[in-house]
């Protein structure tokens, strides 16, 4: 599949570099945005048919389920929590700190590692479609099917727990969707223009993954306040409606960035590491062992 991507790949650049090609093409704003749409089609394509993406789907199906056995099942009296607070730990517990990073982990470092593995990388390379183009398309495709998925799964969960103790207006009141699509959404750029740079950079980009988010994500919090912001999930967890600056969650978290430099933040390092990974593709050659 991979293979076949690259072939595509390689045709949609030299077709569109051709001059005798009729219309607007010939222009190269436009042939950027046809090259650049090719990438995210074929990517989109090879992301759907995975099976990745089945248990993908499964994981983000787990809060849903949750909350779904809490309202349908659990009676009220036998401790079942208010719905708000419901929300908020499975958003915090499972999106932020479980399904996302796993989302994040296996697509984005993927992107580029899938074509490393299937040794098409260095056909992919030798076409004339520029490396950043190869790089927005990819990342496009990621970036639209992943949010798509969590927004889903998030909303799911939003709509069985908005009624659950029926005053709707109340829940929608005290936790407002948008701010919590606005945490996935950032979230899915940032660690997923991160672990893209680590699957075009590392010979092994999931350890390296695992080990940012589980090791040095969980390590740093408890450093002195100046290390705290050395990790993506301080300016996630910044753009909470309530939970961070409380502190009643992660006590160590007392100081969160404001909400609107952390966003800033986030798209700050998703296009510098879109960068990075750009100038990887560029400088950093490929080389396989022989089969034997």
């Known amino acids: 599949m991979s293979e076949s991507f690259g072939r595509s790949v390689a045709l949609a650049g030299q077709s569109t570099s051709l001059a005798s090609l009729p219309g607007p093409i010939s222009n190269a704003p436009v042939r950027c945005i046809y090259q650049t749409w090719a990438v995210a089609r074929l990517t989109l394509r ?76 260095t056909f992919l390379q030798s076409r004339p479609v520029r490396r950043e183009l190869i790089v927005l398309g990819k990342f496009s495709a990621y970036a639209a099917s992943v949010t798509l998925m969590l927004l889903c799964s998030l909303g799911l969960t939003y709509a069985i727990l908005s009624g659950m103790d029926g005053d709707p207006s109340a829940f929608h009141e005290a936790v407002p969707f948008a701010r919590y699509g606005r945490v996935v959404v950032l979230a899915v750029l ?26 040095w994500e969980s390590i740093l919090p408890y450093l002195p306040v100046f290390l705290k912001k050395g990790t993506l999930m301080h300016y996630v967890l910044s753009l909470g409606p309530n939970w961070t600056s409380k502190g009643e969650i992660l006590g160590f978290f007392v100081q969160p960035t404001p909400p609107e430099r952390a966003a800033w933040t986030l798209l700050g390092i998703c296009v510098a590491f879109m960068v990075l990974t750009a100038i990887a593709l560029h400088v950093k050659e490929y080389k396989f062992e022989k089969e034997l």
Not at 63 to 92: C, D, H, K, M, N
Not at 101 to 106: A, E, G, P, Q, V
Not at 190 to 205: D, E, I, K, Q
């Open 46 to 121: 090879n992301l759907i048919l995975s099976k990745r993406t089945i248990l993908m789907l499964l994981l983000s199906c787990v809060p849903v389920a949750i909350a779904a056995v809490v309202r349908y099942w659990l009676p009220l009296g036998a401790g079942r929590p208010v719905s708000q607070e419901l929300f908020t730990g499975l958003f915090i517990g499972l999106y932020v700190y479980f399904v996302i990073l796993l989302m994040t982990i296996f697509y984005g470092t993927s992107l580029i590692a899938e074509e490393r593995s299937d040794r098409t990388i």
């Open 190 to 215: 940032a660690y997923g223009a991160l672990f893209t740079f680590f699957g075009a950079t590392f010979n092994h980009p999931v350890i390296a993954a695992f080990f940012y988010c589980f090791a």
